[in-house]
């Protein structure tokens, strides 16, 4: 898409246009439709009322039907526009509807009562945000515990994981060892082995180890992964051997090389890793919902869960939280990114 987008700023500055022209702009506004658009329409979603994300059909912009306090009556009303017998049409606010026939009143006149057939009236609709869908959840469901939960979990695990896999990526760099390859290629390895297979032995490990309904449950199984290894250790092969000679000559014990000479020149390459570890440590669903039972200490994720019942799911509080728990990760890809490329570039990653 790149290619295509370069492609066309220069046909514009010859002052050229093809209908190749027209065609890659299509494809371009297509591409940016498919890839924002879900996105988009989760974000107006999320300040729809539950009544606005179940009418049909369904409106892009979150509106809502107007209401107005009338004299006489505790609770607001809602407006209709209404079609009268003799073909004129006035705003009313419905007090109650009985069967097929809605008894309305003049807002500026209470006395006056109406009896209009429900398929005369429309109602009356505004762009407002049902900010309370942001709200209630952080009063109701103790969503800023839990959003404390995934911080912790997410910062703690990621600096453990950075120093787990550095550790393991520099052994299978710098030293040299029979059976390295091999190491290398069991760690490789492991990724062929999906989560579904292992949760239960690990599991039974934790609950050996006293862990369950802990965060360090959640933090410590994964500490060490084989995708961060790999990363790191592709980034270190490319280190300069003379620099670590040389530090060695230097008689610099080999933590002294780790930390103030591979860890730094590595940044780049940690900087991906990190950032890859935020988001998975944030999105993590399956493992701590399993050992995970206390709402004290559940995380994001598995609170998200507590919107979905049996008989019925709060799609409106669903929406609005699902776009917060979002919003952190999306915030650290944006002005991290291009550590992304750049280190991948560096590891030679594919």
Known sequence: MNRVARLLLVRRKSGRWHWTDIAAYTYLALGVVLMFGPVLWLVLSSFKTQAGLLEF??????????????????????????????GSTRVLAQVRRIGIVAQMVDPENPAQQFRIPIDKRTPVREFKLAME????????FAFARFLGNSVFVTVVATLITL??????????????????????????????????IILVPVYLVITELGLVNSLWAVILPGAATPTGVFLLRQYMLTLPRDLIEAARMDKASEWQIYWRIV??????????????SIMWRWNEFLW???????????????GLNAFQGELQ????????????????????????QRFITTGIANTGMK
């Open 133 to 140: 869908n942001y709200t209630e959840p952080l009063e109701r």
């Open 313 to 336: 799911t709060q799609w409106h509080y669903l929406l609005a939280m699902t776009v917060a728990t979002l919003a952190p990760v999306a915030l650290v890809f944006v002005f991290l």
């Open 57 to 86: 059909p369904p409106s892009l912009l979150p509106m809502s039907q107007r209401e107005v306090m009338v004299q006489g009556f505790p609770q607001p009303l809602p407006l209709f526009s209404t079609t009268l017998d003799d």
């Open 263 to 276: 860890m730094p020149l590595a940044m780049p390459a940690l900087a991906v890793l990190a950032i890859f």
């Open 288 to 302: 701590p919902l399993a050992v995970l039972t206390k709402t004290e200490v559940h995380t994001l994720q598995i």
């Open 163 to 196: 120093l787990i896999n550095s550790m393991a990526a520099y052994a299978l760099s710098i030293y040299e060892f029979k059976g390295k390859n091999a190491a290398m290629l069991m760690v490789v390895g492991t990724l062929m082995i999906p989560i579904t």
